[in-house]
């Protein structure tokens, strides 16, 4: 901090701490954050989490952001396909919750063979649901706004209206 940085880089920091020690880390980090002025990037696998700490999230698969907005919006609203799959397995402390866990079947892409169109197409419950679309191994889809959200899904979510 001596420095006075602009971005701290925090690449899973409390993710071998006991649970009793992650609480008093994680406020000094937000402190420090908002003392000093400084952006803080969370890496982390723990999306429970990264609902508790951050302003936004952004999910990744193979290298490329497939989602991105605010943390309640996008656990109670996930809108790509690895998205949803990432929340349907968060624990949940009730236990009269029912959950349905979406199991992922194939095998991640190698990183050094990326699959053409969509990287998720491979493992995509909605691909396959829907047929299997040219569109998905043809094109890579972009990172598209979609209300306070970003999707990159030629198919997302749609939220239902009442």
């Known amino acids: 901090m001596i420095l006075?940085?602009?971005l701290l880089v925090a690449d899973e920091p409390v993710s071998m701490l006991d649970v009793s020690l992650r609480a008093g880390i994680l406020r000094l980090m937000r402190e420090l954050s908002r003392e000093l002025q400084i952006a803080?990037?969370?890496?982390t696998h723990d999306l429970?989490?990264?609902w508790m700490y951050a302003d936004r999230i952004a999910v990744v698969y193979s290298g490329r952001i497939v989602?991105?907005?605010h943390p309640a919006?996008?656990?109670?609203?996930p809108q790509h396909p690895y998205t949803k799959a990432l929340v349907s397995v968060i624990p949940v402390p009730e236990k009269n919750i029912a959950r349905n866990r979406i199991i992922l079947s194939g095998e991640i892409p190698d990183p050094l063979e990326i699959p053409s169109g969509c990287r998720f197409s491979p493992r995509c419950p909605k691909y396959r649901a829907l047929g299997q679309p040219e569109l998905c191994i043809s094109s890579d889809p972009k990172l598209e706004s979609?209300?306070?959200?970003?999707v990159a899904?030629?198919?997302?979510e749609k939220k239902e209206t009442k």
């Open 146 to 150: 979609i209300g306070d959200q970003f």
């Open 73 to 77: 919006d996008l656990i109670s609203f």
């Open 4 to 6: 006075k940085p602009h």
């Open 153 to 156: 899904c030629h198919f997302p």
């Open 48 to 50: 429970s989490l990264a």
């Open 67 to 69: 989602e991105e907005g």
């Open 40 to 43: 803080t990037l969370f890496i």
